[in-house]
């Protein structure tokens, strides 16, 4: 097993839509099959849509669902301190600094200045 990650909401869209690149996915295929990692809110998006495949579902069913501990409270309130993003995007954030994860996400531009965030856009993976 090596490096744990979050897999963010998107991530998951994309990975069920098969529009990772190839080169993203030999890395989400091992995530998947070790023991995923989501945050909370990612699960409340995924499943918030008005259409859900069973994929999705399914998805979430087999993931790790971390929910919000006073430590993520508490990074989240940092994060949004000291970072203009939306409030979901700083509890993904707090997620995985807190969970000592990788992120996984295509949203780089609201998680790049986030001090101690390690994340991994699968769309700039060569």
Do not use: W
């Not at 699960?43 to 069913?61: C, P, Y």
């Not at 993520?72 to 993003?85: A, D, G, N, P, S």
């Amino acid at each position: 097993m090596g490096a744990r990650h979050l897999i963010d909401t998107y991530v998951s869209i994309d990975f069920s839509a098969n529009r990772i690149p190839k080169s993203g996915i030999e890395l989400i295929t091992d995530c998947l099959n070790d023991d995923p990692q989501i945050s909370i809110i990612t699960k409340i998006e995924l499943l918030g849509f008005s259409f859900v495949t069973s994929a999705i579902k399914e998805f979430v069913k087999s993931s790790n669902v971390i929910g919000l501990g006073d430590d993520i409270v508490e990074k989240t309130i940092l994060i949004r301190k000291q970072c203009k993003i939306k409030l979901p995007d700083a509890i993904i954030a707090a997620t995985a600094i807190i969970s000592g994860l990788i992120l996984l996400s295509r949203n780089t531009v609201d998680f790049k200045n986030i001090k101690g965030l390690n994340h991994l856009d699968l769309f700039q993976i060569s």
